[in-house]
């Protein structure tokens, strides 16, 4: 049975519940009936994927999802309240935007990997948040969308990630038709990694999540930390850098561990160094 996450310091779990279990931990957005990105959930997922982080139990992180919806991005009924302060909702957008920005780069630069579980529709910010996890299983219920453009309000910053993630050509289309595309379609632009029928994805999600917690936690973060580094890099720059990364990398306990349990034909134990 799965272990339910305590929240830190007697504060609710709120709009995102945790569950671990073998080293997985699920995070579920539960802000029906659109899982909005309103400042509280994304305060929630944050804080969240922080407590994670030196938590020696998680080893990967799932970000799943109530209801029909993934998410549907921003909270526009939340930031459109806010048009009735002093300053028309500047700061109060400015906050959001910025919040949202370091939720997203928290994902990205968190130690262990981040898969998105989708079985429902993720637009907007929500397939912002789809793009920033370093993988993504979708169901055949699932559909993608940026399209602030139908409504006066470009996907700039969605644009980040999903221009990170799939050629120019089709981050282009998505942004400036606005339009939903189903899984295939994403999956061929690659936005995700897989497809599967609805009663497949909690299966498919969690097979690939215990797969890659099997693996050395210490390897995972130097693999993943170094794939964004080089990503930004010039090709010159990117090898050496690299070069320097399998060096130290090597050094490792891990490295020791597993190349010896390769050479002698056993399974590794994995200390984390």
């Known amino acids: 049975m799965a272990e339910v996450i305590a929240p830190a310091h007697g504060e609710t779990l709120g709009p995102v519940d945790g569950r671990l279990q073998d080293g997985v ?28 982080r030196d938590d020696k139990a998680v080893r990967v992180i799932v970000l799943a999802h109530e209801g029909k919806v993934f998410s549907a991005g921003h909270d526009l009924k939340e930031m459109t309240a806010r048009r009735n302060d002093a300053d028309r909702g500047r700061a109060f957008f400015a906050e959001t935007m910025a919040l949202c920005a370091r939720l997203m780069q928290t994902i990205v630069r968190h130690p262990k990997p981040v898969i998105a579980s989708v079985g429902g529709v993720a637009t907007a910010a929500g397939c912002q948040l789809v793009a920033s996890c370093d993988l993504a299983v979708a169901s055949t219920n699932a559909r993608f969308a940026t399209p602030g453009v139908n409504i006066g309000l470009f996907c700039s910053t969605p644009m980040v990630a999903l221009s990170r993630n799939v050629s120019r050509k089709h981050a282009m289309e998505m942004l400036l038709t606005g339009e939903m595309i189903d899984a295939e379609t994403a999956l061929a632009f690659g936005l995700i990694n897989r497809v599967v029928p609805p009663g497949e994805l909690n299966r498919t999600v969690g097979e690939l999540a215990g797969t890659i917690a099997s693996k050395s936690p210490l390897t995972l973060k130097i693999g993943k930390e170094a794939f964004y580094a080089q990503a930004e890099m010039g090709l010159a720059e990117a090898y050496e850098y690299t070069a320097r990364v399998m060096v130290e990398n090597m050094l490792a306990r891990d490295a020791e561990e597993g190349i010896g349990a390769f050479i002698a034909k056993r399974r590794p134990e994995w200390t984390g160094e």
């Open 25 to 52: 931990l699920t995070l579920i957005l539960q802000n029906p009936p659109a899982n909005a990105l309103s400042v509280a959930m994304m305060e929630a997922l944050k804080g969240q994927l922080e407590r994670a």
